[in-house]
DNA sequence: ATAATCAATAAGTATGAATTATCAAATAGA
DNA sequence: TCTATTTGATAATTCATACTTATTGATTAT
């Protein structure tokens, strides 16, 4: 009396309307027409409705039934479509991955992860959010971002980080300054000059790497500006407000009037790590680590 | 092992997916914890994905299972319209109709239907045709039309018939004819003239009754001209090419330059009927004969 | 007439969705 | 640290019901 639709019942619906006949139906089933038959009565008692004219050796759809057909050809198609697509955002062939980025991650690092995706795992798409540090560690903390490219040694606890890509780093100059490659020998060459520089709490271990750079050679560095964007600090070497120490990969993507200079023999690395929350299950996330293992 | 996805197994997925605990969902589902966790099993396993992270003391969705969360929502809910649609239809509360009907029958028997419709049932719609008996009687034999309005006392087998509107005859003359309604006696006082009448296998019961008219006073009629619209049959009497006996409702609805001459004593009738196949399930056709009958 | 074919009905079976009872793991409070 | 409480998972059992087979009644075909 009670009962409940069920989808077994759409099932045998749909191949009743198909045949128009219930032994054949039945047989296309694999099942035997008398329950065949209970079935779709109950279906009928169900909702309240009759679907099928069994009239004398003919059956037939009521107007009822010919728009229930229709609806259920779409559930069904609907619902074999969505298991499809569930067990593959399970195998993690399909599904979405929240990246955040510092703006230097995106010169090589998350580039090449997206044209990895796009090659091996089509399916799966990606949300792009440039942050700072501090703030790809909250969002991944609250569940908001699955990965992000950070320049950190130590995460909070619950994260894993690991390191991606090493960089040198690269003195700025503007452009008609008198040092150049060839007469660079040491980064205290420019120890008097005003040093401007990625804020501190923007990214402390860039911040702290490169007072350690300095260090090495002997001298506190004079920073005279502090900004969050590599295009802000270009402009300000472009403008002889001070010279500038950057992870070298920042060389390329902007059209400024300053020079690089890559001091590969300090022995400081511009690291760039992946971060992510130890127990994320989404399975999308672990085709990027994959792929980032490789790069 | 080889089980196939249910509703049920829809619904106490949402109870989790919203709870995101079992004991409180199962009771929502008024269903015990333990057969809840077993169903949801199953339900991965079917999908070959798991969809719930069963963590030390909370549960939470996979990135699968809060896809198919979405999917869920949106097919149960797609269910339920259906199932309340499907009912509709069913009750001939929401449907369509497909109408022929004559010409003639435009003139009230048609709207009344329609407006009666709009107002009780205004979810039943209608498909409008006009046709000739001989065409809607096919038309309702091929399951290609629901209901007509015709002009005949026999129809094939598997047909129903009804009288729903009785009509006077009228004499149609020319706007100068010596004869009026004050001077009108009997039909054979235009014995004499020549008649213009709707063509013998457009309507045969129209055409038969014309003639017995006649023949009650005496006369056979001098046809001249046959046609099967009443605006032809109208143009050729205000040309004066001779006078018609049409149904006295023709009278609205055409601008024309003659003038009506109801003939209310004598005893034939034009009689339009309904007509539809005795076997037709469609509900809303129920509904338009039950208005059809209070008309 | 007889046989054949249809769906519906009746009665019995067996599958599996439910239940109750219990467990193992983890947390919270003392 | 121990106990009490809470979590979901398991195990064993019960029970509902979707099935089966056997049959009927109605209709059509030969």
Redesign the pocket.
């Known amino acids: 009396m ?2 409940q639709i ?1 989808l ?1 019942h759409f099932i ?1 619906f749909l191949a ?1 309307a198909e ?8 047989e296309k089933l ?13 279906m009928e008692e169900i909702l309240g409705t009759q679907l ?1 004219v ?1 009239d ?4 037939s759809l009521t107007p009822a039934g010919e728009f229930l057909k229709k609806e259920v050809e779409f559930i069904l198609n609907h619902l074999d479509q969505t298991k499809k697509q569930v067990k593959l955002i399970g195998d993690g062939q399909l599904g979405e991955v929240r990246i955040g980025f510092l703006g230097s991650a995106m010169q090589n690092v998350v580039p090449n992860l997206l044209l990895g995706l796009k090659e091996k795992y089509p399916t799966v798409h990606t949300t792009l959010e440039e942050l700072s540090n501090r703030a790809q560690i909250n969002a991944i903390l609250a569940d908001r971002l699955d990965l992000g490219f950070v320049r950190l040694s130590r995460v909070p606890k619950g994260l894993d980080v690991k390191p991606v890509f090493e960089d040198t780093f690269s003195l700025v100059l503007p452009e008609g300054h008198p040092l150049d490659a060839k007469h660079f020998k040491n980064i205290n060459q420019v120890a008097n000059e005003d040093f401007i520089l990625f804020s501190q709490d923007y990214s402390p271990m860039y911040y702290d790497t490169v007072l350690s750079i300095c260090e090495d050679s002997g001298f506190v560095p004079n920073v005279s500006h502090k900004s969050v964007h590599a295009q802000t600090i270009f402009k300000l070497v472009e403008n002889k407000l001070g010279i500038a120490i950057v992870p070298t990969t920042l060389q390329h993507g902007f059209q400024m009037k300053v020079k690089f200079i890559e001091m590969k023999k300090i022995k400081q690395r511009a690291v760039l790590s992946m971060v992510w929350k130890t127990d994320n299950r989404n399975p999308a996330l672990q085709k990027c680590m994959d792929l980032l293992q490789k790069l």
Do not use: D
């Not at 004398?56 to 059956?59: E, F, G, L, Q």
């Open positions: 009670n009962y069920e077994r045998y009743v045949e128009l006949h219930y032994r054949k139906a039945a694999f099942i035997s027409q008398p329950g065949l038959s209970t079935q779709i009565k109950q099928f069994r004398k050796k003919k059956v």
